[in-house]
C-alpha cells in the first residue's frame, strides 16, 4: 500500500472545527483513503473513507484534493471525546485485507 | 450495536507459558484479524481468517498460532510465550468477500505482558 504523511501531533479548543491533513502523493486510481481513530486504551474505530468525492458521516467529513494526493479529515465541533490518534490509510481494493497503520496524527482538545 | 469482544483486557503470563487470546464477534463477519500494537511500529497483522477453518499468515506469525473453529470465534495462541511478545493485540473483523474497503470492527485490545 502507498504510504502516507500526518503531522504528529495537532491541539485544537474545544467546539472549534479540526482539519487533520494527511499527504499521499503515491496514491494509485484503486486507492481508497480510509480514516480510523484511536481513543487511549480502547481499539482503533472507523471513521471514514472515500475515493475520489468529498465524503460526510454523523462523525466526521472527508475532503479529498481533486489530484488525490492529499486529503483532510474535518470535525465540525470537536469535542473533548475526539482526543485521540488519528490515521489515515490507503488501501487498494486489489490488495491484501490487512490495515497497516502508521503513527497517525495526536489530536489534544483543549477545553 | 455491533460488537468484538476479546477475552481479557489485561494479562500477564511467565516465560515459556501457552497463551490462549480469545476474540468474538456478533456480527456474522466472515473475516477476522489478530494485530499487534507496539509504540513506534503501528498495527502489525499476525493471522486473518476469511472463513471457518481458513487461515493465513500475516507479516508477522512467527511464534503465533490461530484457531477458527466457529464464524464467530478467532483464537490466538502463543505456543510458548517470550518476553518479546509483550504487545497489545486487537481482534477485528469485516464482512464482505475480504474487500478492504469495508470497515473494520476491532475489539477493545488484550495488554499482554510477559515475565
Known amino acids: 500500500d502507498a504510504k502516507t504523511t500526518q503531522p504528529n501531533s495537532m491541539e485544537s479548543n474545544e467546539e472549534e472545527p479540526v482539519h487533520l491533513p494527511c499527504n499521499h502523493s503515491?496514491?494509485?486510481?484503486?486507492?481508497?483513503i480510509h480514516w480510523y481513530r484511536q481513543l487511549p486504551s480502547q481499539g482503533p474505530e472507523y471513521v471514514i473513507h472515500?475515493?475520489?468525492s468529498n465524503v460526510n458521516n454523523r462523525m466526521a467529513s472527508l475532503a479529498i484534493a481533486e489530484d488525490r494526493k492529499s486529503s483532510t479529515l474535518i470535525l465540525h465541533r470537536a469535542t473533548l471525546r475526539d482526543a485521540a490518534v488519528y490515521y489515515c490509510i490507503l488501501i487498494s481494493s486489489g490488495s491484501a485485507r490487512q490495515l497497516t497503520f502508521g503513527s497517525g496524527t495526536q489530536l489534544t482538545v483543549l477545553p | 450495536d455491533v460488537k468484538v469482544t476479546q477475552s481479557s483486557r489485561y494479562l500477564v503470563k511467565r516465560t515459556g507459558e501457552k497463551v490462549f487470546l480469545e476474540c468474538v464477534q456478533d456480527m456474522d463477519h466472515e473475516n477476522m484479524f489478530w494485530y499487534r500494537q507496539d509504540p513506534g511500529l503501528g498495527l502489525r497483522l499476525i493471522y486473518f481468517s476469511y472463513d471457518v477453518k481458513m487461515k493465513e499468515k500475516g507479516d508477522i506469525p512467527e511464534g503465533y498460532s490461530v484457531s477458527r473453529e466457529k464464524k464467530e470465534r478467532f483464537s490466538l495462541i502463543l505456543e510458548s510465550a517470550s518476553t518479546n511478545q509483550t504487545s497489545m493485540y486487537l481482534c477485528?473483523?469485516?464482512?464482505?468477500?475480504?474487500?478492504?474497503?469495508?470497515?473494520?470492527?476491532f475489539g477493545p485490545g488484550t495488554r499482554l505482558t510477559v515475565l
Open positions: 477485528a473483523s469485516t464482512n464482505g468477500g475480504g474487500h478492504t474497503y469495508n470497515e473494520q470492527f
Open positions: 503515491t496514491i494509485s486510481g484503486t486507492d481508497y
Open positions: 472515500g475515493l475520489t
